[in-house]
């Protein structure tokens, strides 16, 4: 890396969608993005398949970083998020976790490219032959667009009244409706960070009817 090279740092270059303030809701404008991404079901808590995503998708994520590195280019892991999602959207906020599905992601600087992609998680491979959820890996590309957002703080299950009152009184009295999964991305580390101190974004996409 030269010494006009900025370390890239997707908190800082999107701001707005990583480090926002606000704890109501608020309306967004989300660029394209890339991520990696493992898909999958089940209560976060307790399902082998979450563990297994996690533990691939940072591997992965830290060999492209030293990868980018050595070739010039550095930049920040980005933070843990989630694409959620069910047949019926109930379940979120009865927290019914055993019927949720999940795409679990970090994102992607813009120069990384879908073959460094696969060499990288073939690296991985390699150097990690205990991560079953490595043969899971792979790109997503998503195009929010609007969105509602807000920062949360405290317990993931205290999230559901924010949830409650999205769905029954901000969407309809903006004319506006759900499209898309629910979004949200993980400020905190669960393991060092109080409950009731954690920090999310969490962002749905939406639409006018």
């Keep these: 890396m030269t010494a006009g090279d900025a370390l890239y740092d997707v908190k800082r270059a999107l701001r707005a969608l990583y480090a926002p303030t606000n704890r109501d809701w608020a309306e967004v404008s989300v660029p394209p993005q890339r991520f990696l991404a493992v898909d999958?079901?089940?209560d976060?808590?307790?399902a082998p398949a979450y563990t297994e995503a996690i533990e691939a998708l940072y591997a992965v994520a830290y060999t492209l970083?030293?990868?980018s590195k050595r070739a010039g280019r550095d930049s920040v892991v980005g933070p843990l998020e989630g694409l959620w999602y069910a047949d019926d959207m109930a379940v979120f906020t009865a927290r019914d976790k055993a019927a949720w599905s999940w795409t679990m992601l970090i994102s992607l600087p813009g120069w990384v490219s879908d073959g460094q992609v696969e060499e990288a998680v073939a690296a991985a491979r390699l150097k990690k032959k205990s991560l079953p959820?490595?043969?899971r890996v792979r790109i997503e590309s998503l195009d929010e667009g609007l969105c509602m957002q807000l920062l949360h703080v405290g317990s993931y299950d205290d999230?559901?009244?924010a949830l409650a009152r999205l769905h029954g009184?901000?969407?309809?009295a903006a004319g506006l409706r759900e499209r898309g999964r629910h979004h949200e991305v993980y400020l905190s580390d669960p393991r060092r960070v109080a409950p009731e101190k954690l920090k999310t974004v969490v962002r749905q996409p939406v639409e006018h009817r």
């Design 40 to 42: 999958g079901s089940g």
């Design 44 to 46: 976060p808590n307790s």
């Design 65 to 67: 970083k030293f990868t």
């Design 133 to 135: 959820g490595l043969d």
């Design 159 to 161: 999230e559901a009244p």
């Design 169 to 172: 009184e901000v969407l309809p």
